[in-house]
């Protein structure tokens, strides 16, 4: 049987990924952020087995009509495909990060403010909505959380918009918040993006736990490719990226060289992972053309080695 084709969501770095995955018949491979089914349909077409992840209960209407026999979907962060796997049982794992194009179409789950619904922002179905935050954090704390993950320099003077208006009245919609932001920065004077975007940025990463996912989701990663399994990360934002680069230019054994001034540190562990490329690879003209969506995105990918998973001490 075949996967349906009517999905709304663009893969983006589609080719690029399957390519650097490098899979086939019999091989087992993660796709960690299933949303639409666009990578678990490609890693399927090459023959592959695909063990999927979302924590998002509605994309299970996108695995309608999959092949019983060499896909499955879990309902469950990526973070726990090992739990789930084992250690050392995956032939390759894809992740796309960030917030589907679907979930931001649906006006109800309160991702965008293009449309108005009520401020939700969850991915999964549990925890704090973006309304708790926004009505309960102290002001420090939500200034912290639109700074650090909204990259908003304007933090602190939104935050205290916040706080003074939340006392007489409580933000429960996405449009309604991100006018009154709008206004408390003034307008967008020309600005090439909305006022409220990095704000609505930054509560969307803290809702779902987004970067701290990300680290962990690295982690069980390595613990669950066997050697030679590859692994394909595409990124939409600066955050994200800086995560995985970091992380994979560690395991890769890939740390600046210390100080001739200070005494070598011992060595650490073998590397985990070796680059499959330098760098990070962002989409062509074609595809950032196609889908605008895609012009931020780098890909980034590498291949595990034999040696043993980094331990928390390491």
Same mark, same amino acid.
């Given at each position: 049987?075949?996967?349906?084709?009517?999905?709304?969501?663009?893969?983006?770095?589609?080719?690029?990924?399957?390519?650097?995955? +490098?899979?086939?018949?019999?091989?087992?491979?993660?796709?960690?952020?299933?949303?639409?089914?666009?990578?678990?349909?490609?890693?399927?077409?090459?023959?592959?087995?695909?063990?999927?992840?979302?924590?998002?209960?509605?994309?299970? #209407?996108?695995?309608?009509?999959?092949?019983?026999?060499?896909?499955?979907?879990?309902?469950?962060?990526?973070?726990?495909?090992?739990?789930?796997?084992?250690?050392?049982?995956?032939?390759?794992?894809?992740?796309?990060?960030?917030?589907?194009?679907?979930?931001?179409?649906?006006?109800?789950?309160?991702?965008?403010?293009?449309?108005?619904?009520?401020?939700?922002?969850?991915?999964?179905?549990?925890?704090?909505?973006?309304?708790?935050?926004?009505?309960?954090?102290?002001?420090?704390?939500?200034?912290?959380?639109?700074?650090?993950?909204?990259?908003?320099?304007?933090?602190?003077?939104?935050?205290?918009?916040?706080?003074?208006?939340?006392?007489?009245?409580?933000?429960?919609? &996405?449009?309604?918040?991100?006018?009154?932001?709008?206004?408390?920065?003034?307008? #967008?004077?020309? +600005?090439?993006?909305?006022?409220?975007?990095?704000?609505?940025?930054?509560?969307?990463?803290?809702?779902?736990?987004?970067?701290?996912?990300?680290?962990?989701?690295?982690?069980?990663?390595?613990?669950?490719?066997?050697?030679?399994? #590859?692994?394909?990360?595409?990124?939409?934002?600066?955050?994200?990226? #800086?995560?995985?680069?970091?992380?994979?230019?560690?395991?890769?054994?890939?740390?600046?060289?210390?100080?001739?001034?200070?005494?070598?540190?011992?060595?650490?562990?073998?590397?985990?992972?070796?680059?499959?490329?330098?760098?990070?690879?962002?989409?062509?003209?074609?595809?950032?053309?196609?889908?605008?969506?895609?012009?931020?995105?780098?890909?980034?990918?590498?291949?595990? &080695?034999?040696?043993?998973?980094?331990?928390?001490?390491?």
């Amino acid at each position: 049987m075949t996967a349906r084709l009517d999905s709304p969501h663009v893969s983006v770095l589609l080719d690029e990924v399957i390519a650097h995955l +490098a899979c086939g018949p019999g091989d087992i491979v993660v796709d960690g952020t299933f949303g639409a089914g666009g990578y678990s349909r490609a890693i399927l077409a090459t023959g592959a087995k695909v063990v999927a992840f979302d924590r998002d209960p509605t994309v299970r #209407r996108f695995a309608a009509g999959f092949p019983d026999d060499r896909f499955r979907l879990v309902e469950a962060r990526f973070s726990e495909m090992d739990a789930v796997l084992g250690e050392g049982h995956a032939d390759g794992v894809a992740l796309d990060l960030g917030v589907s194009s679907m979930q931001i179409d649906e006006a109800e789950r309160g991702f965008s403010f293009m449309h108005d619904g009520p401020l939700d922002m969850r991915m999964g179905g549990d925890g704090p909505t973006a309304a708790d935050l926004v009505n309960t954090a102290e002001p420090a704390e939500l200034a912290r959380i639109i700074f650090v993950y909204g990259e908003e320099r304007e933090s602190r003077r939104i935050a205290r918009a916040i706080a003074r208006r939340r006392e007489e009245q409580p933000f429960t919609r &996405t449009l309604e918040l991100a006018e009154f932001v709008e206004k408390a920065l003034g307008g #967008r004077r020309g +600005a090439k993006i909305h006022p409220a975007t990095r704000t609505f940025q930054g509560l969307r990463i803290a809702v779902n736990e987004e970067l701290s996912e990300l680290e962990a989701g690295l982690e069980a990663a390595e613990r669950t490719l066997k050697a030679g399994g #590859r692994l394909c990360v595409v990124t939409f934002h600066s955050l994200e990226d #800086r995560i995985v680069k970091s992380f994979l230019s560690v395991r890769a054994g890939r740390t600046p060289a210390g100080s001739r001034h200070v005494p070598p540190k011992a060595a650490g562990p073998d590397p985990s992972f070796q680059l499959l490329f330098n760098g990070a690879k962002a989409p062509g003209d074609a595809e950032m053309k196609a889908n605008p969506r895609a012009r931020s995105a780098k890909l980034r990918a590498a291949v595990r &080695t034999e040696a043993p998973v980094w331990r928390a001490a390491a």
